[in-house]
């Protein structure tokens, strides 16, 4: 059975769609391909991010801070959904993505914009990555109820 595929998208694509995109991949079992994307990228992964992920031993292999418009290149994977996880990735005009994707949103503030010490600016990841975290498996849910 071919996998789903997904597209996280933020601005940055260093926090939100990195632990999006890691996330289901841990998650999906194999059912679910994901990728992660920005309209700005930084061009780098957070690392309070990778340090949450690693923590629950999911795996950063592979993950990068890169345009959604590698995505949008012949040869590209071909997404099954698009979802943007942050306001003003939603509000942007995207790319046209090839088999027009079924598109979502979950508002989640960026916890990379949180200023403070390190135990304040962690709390906003933890926060931002359980509430990731609980859209994805609502998401999983239904996509195990809607599969053949």
């Not at 391909?33 to 690392?47: E, F, H, I, L, M």
């Not at 942050?86 to 090839?98: I, K, N, Q």
Request: net charge positive; glycine share 6%; proline share 7%.
């Amino acid at each position: 059975m071919k996998p789903i595929t997904v597209l996280f998208l933020c601005t940055g694509n260093s926090a939100r769609s990195i632990m999006s995109e890691a996330y289901l991949n841990a998650k999906g079992g194999g059912r679910f391909a994901a990728y992660s994307a920005g309209s700005r990228p930084t061009g780098a992964v957070n690392p309070l991010a990778l340090q949450l992920l690693e923590q629950r031993s999911i795996s950063t292999k592979g993950l990068a801070s890169k345009s959604w418009n590698e995505f949008a290149k012949p040869g590209a994977p071909q997404f099954n959904f698009v979802i943007t996880v942050c306001d003003s990735a939603a509000a942007e005009s995207c790319p046209v993505w090839p088999g027009h994707p079924s598109r979502m949103h979950f508002s989640i503030p960026d916890p990379a914009a949180v200023e403070g010490d390190e135990a304040r600016k962690r709390e906003a990841f933890e926060h931002a990555f359980s509430t990731l975290a609980a859209h994805i498996d609502r998401f999983v849910s239904a996509a195990a109820i809607q599969a053949p």
